[in-house]
């Protein structure tokens, strides 16, 4: 059965302002830019069977992504600031007669339209070689190419001309506007991100705001790079207060934490952190609850002297950390081994570097059928190879310690390969 946008947390497309769009579009399209193709893309003509491309829009700028590195039939895809990962990789199969079957490297599966109307999310299936799975490529200007449907003739759409992570990509009637408009870059070597993992580089603060308690968020907080300092007492006590308390749909980003930091951040539900840094983290930088099949984003930043955990994962959902870095820390993430409501919980950890000292990098409950993906890890003064990418528990809900069943990759819990690892 195909997945729901909405069932993975991806916002069904909004029908709202599609006739703006629609009047629009054709004017957009007349007047777009003539832009310099890039050394490695591709035209309709020039299609490689044998390579591997990144899918990119002309109008956001982002690729075209695997949500949330799903591997199962029915996930959405949508749109993701670049980084070249495997979840960004595509091969294009010959279907004949001018077709492609459009091949995800990460997951296997295909491109398919489930149906022929309009604002209909693309997904990825098993191929069956159907013509819901064929694409032809027509050109447009400055390299670009559109994706045509055979099987219902309408062009992929970033839809709502969305420029977010995670906007889903759907099918509408081809207008040639630039939000149908698509370039692919070839992948040198097959795995290369477009900007390596952060190592390094701690911002100075813009300035300095006092903390006397807990600041709740609701939308946005933008901190412009200011310090906020400080709560608690630098120590691991449990239940201390934390210094940001955000609610669900919230966004903290621009902040530098400074120490004692308290229990850092708390989410209810879904939230993004971006491009916060913790100087000196307390009990844990950032904890995330909720309810339902809530997503969290930890974009950006950085974490250092977290004795115990850096990111503790309390409620359900799937948290993603990316371009982040970390050093001195026990745990960089990890699922509540104990407690008292225990859910499945997944991560997804990608173009991190962490720098030893640190003991694990993420601990999972596998008696819940906890997920941890990893790649483009990169690991600093770790010759010896003694950190644990991936160690595995049996967690419990009344308090006690959860037991250690295992360490290491396994393809159903913890999941990598060597070469999403570096060690420098």
């Known amino acids: 059965m195909t997945q729901s946008m909405a069932a993975a947390g991806v916002p069904r497309p909004a029908r709202r302002w599609r006739a703006a769009v629609l009047a629009g579009a054709t004017t957009l399209a007349a007047v777009a830019t003539i832009g310099v193709v890039d050394v ?20 956001s700028g982002k690729a075209m992504d695997v949500y949330n590195w799903a591997t199962n039939d029915g996930a959405p895809i949508v749109q993701f600031a670049r980084n070249d990962l495997a979840v960004q990789q595509w091969r294009f199969v010959d279907a004949g007669s001018g077709y492609y079957k459009i091949r995800s490297v990460h997951s296997g599966k295909v491109l398919e339209l489930p149906n022929a109307n309009d604002g209909t999310g693309l997904v990825q299936m098993t191929d069956n070689n159907n013509t819901r799975q064929h694409f032809r490529l027509a050109d447009s200007d400055g390299g670009h190419v559109r994706f045509i449907n055979r099987h219902t003739s309408k062009a992929l759409d970033v839809w709502e001309w969305s420029t977010a992570d995670g906007a889903p990509i759907a099918q509408f009637a081809d207008l040639n506007g630039a939000n149908q408009q698509w370039r692919l870059v070839t992948v040198n070597g097959g795995t290369p991100p477009t900007n390596p993992p952060p190592t390094g580089g ?25 310090r906020y300092c400080c709560i608690g007492d630098g120590g691991q006590e449990e239940d201390q207060d934390p210094m940001f308390s955000l609610a669900s749909g919230a966004t903290l980003q621009n902040v530098i934490i400074g120490a004692p930091a308290g229990d ?3 989410c209810a539900g879904p939230c993004t952190l971006r491009n916060v840094w913790w100087e000196d983290v307390g009990e844990d930088a950032a904890t995330f609850r909720g309810s339902g099949s809530p997503s969290f984003l930890v ?7 977290a004795s115990d955990k850096v990111f503790q994962h309390n409620g359900p959902g799937t948290l993603t950390i990316q371009n982040f870095q970390a050093s001195n820390f026990g745990t960089f993430y ?10 499945r919980r997944n991560v997804v950890i990608r173009n991190v570097t962490l720098t030893r000292p640190g003991n694990t990098v993420a601990g999972i409950n596998v008696n819940y059928g906890d997920t941890a ?8 003064n770790d010759s010896g190879r ?28 913890c999941i990598y390969s060597s070469s999403d690892l570096t060690y420098r």
């Not at 490695?40 to 109008?59: E, F, L, Q």
């Not at 974009?299 to 002297?305: I, W, Y």
């Not at 993906?373 to 600093?380: D, E, L, S």
């Not at 003694?386 to 069943?405: A, F, H, L």
């Open 386 to 413: 003694s950190m644990v990418i991936c160690r595995k528990y049996n967690g419990n809900d009344d308090g006690d310690e959860p037991t250690q069943v295992g360490t290491g990759a396994d393809g159903t819990n």
């Open 264 to 266: 850092g951040v708390h």
């Open 299 to 305: 974009d950006g930043g950085g974490a250092r002297s």
């Open 373 to 380: 993906r990893f790649t483009g890890i990169t690991i600093v």
């Open 202 to 226: 701690w911002p100075t603060p813009t300035g300095q705001v006092g903390v006397n308690g807990t600041i709740p968020v609701s939308g946005t907080l933008d901190g412009g790079m200011r």
């Open 334 to 343: 990890r699922s509540c081994g104990n407690c008292s409501t225990q859910y």
């Open 40 to 59: 490695g893309t591709a035209s309709a003509a020039t299609v490689d069977t044998n390579a591997t491309y990144v899918i990119i829009s002309r109008h």
